[in-house]
């Protein structure tokens, strides 16, 4: 079945470092790739997505490019803020699915 | 306006009781969905519903039962509640699974049993 390994957390920063979360999958066909941020106390909400290989997806400075070579759709971001503070979960839906599987999150704190 | 609300966002309760938790989005999207979020922050879907029809049920025990009145509605109703039940319930959303669309999420419910 469809898997996702993420890095296991927490990760602790200072403020203007540089940020990876790893996450590496496993999945029949050609998966489209999220990552999703859950913020203290709320839902979960998109923060970018790839949907075939090569595509790198950006948001609010964050970064991750699908490698279909290496099974991988790493997260980084060139400064973060004390605001990135948050679980940070990679997830992969497969062609015609509806199931949208989970890594089990990184928690990213950051310190000023 | 929130485009996925879930209620209520918190709810404490005894063991053995019944209780329901309600899902309404505004997107126009045919898909809904149902995830447990574990102490751990594991999420792992229960129910899908397109269109008002159930199409994964992750063998979820079956004191939970969703009912979908509507595509815009999905309900989730926990019967005899137990300690393991415990957990953050989203609910979620997308227009069009075919095409891998990104799922829109509700901001939870903590359910917490005592």
């Known amino acids: 079945g469809d898997s996702v390994t993420q890095m296991e957390g927490p990760v602790t920063l200072s403020e203007e470092a540089f940020l990876t979360i790893n996450c590496t999958y496993t999945a029949t066909g050609y998966p489209s790739l999220f990552w999703y941020v859950q913020y203290p106390g709320e839902g979960l909400q998109l923060l970018l997505k790839?949907?075939?290989?090569?595509d790198k997806g950006s948001n609010k400075g964050f970064e991750a490019t699908y490698r279909k070579e290496t099974t991988s759709f790493h997260l980084e971001k060139g400064s973060v803020q004390v605001s990135d503070s948050a679980v940070y979960f990679c997830?992969?839906?497969?062609?015609?699915?509806?199931?949208?599987?989970f890594g089990t999150g990184t928690q990213l704190k950051v310190e000023l | 306006d929130t485009a996925v609300s879930q209620t209520p966002k918190y709810l404490v309760t005894q063991m053995g009781n019944d209780k329901s938790i309600k899902c309404e989005q505004n997107?126009?999207?045919?898909?809904m969905y149902w995830y447990k979020q574990d102490s751990k922050k594991f999420l792992k879907i229960m129910f899908s519903y397109n269109n008002k029809e159930l199409i994964i049920n992750e063998t979820v025990p079956n004191r939970f039962s969703p009912k979908s009145p509507d595509k815009a509605h999905l309900n989730l109703h926990i019967n005899s509640l137990e300690l393991g039940d415990s957990a953050v319930y989203f609910c979620?959303?997308?227009?069009?699974?075919?095409?891998?669309?990104?799922?829109?999420f509700g901001d939870g419910t903590r359910l917490s049993i005592l």
């Open positions: 790839a949907t075939k290989a090569d």
């Open positions: 997107l126009g999207h045919d898909t």
């Open positions: 979620a959303s997308s227009q069009d699974p075919v095409r891998n669309q990104p799922q829109h």
């Open positions: 997830a992969l839906i497969t062609g015609g699915g509806n199931k949208l599987t």
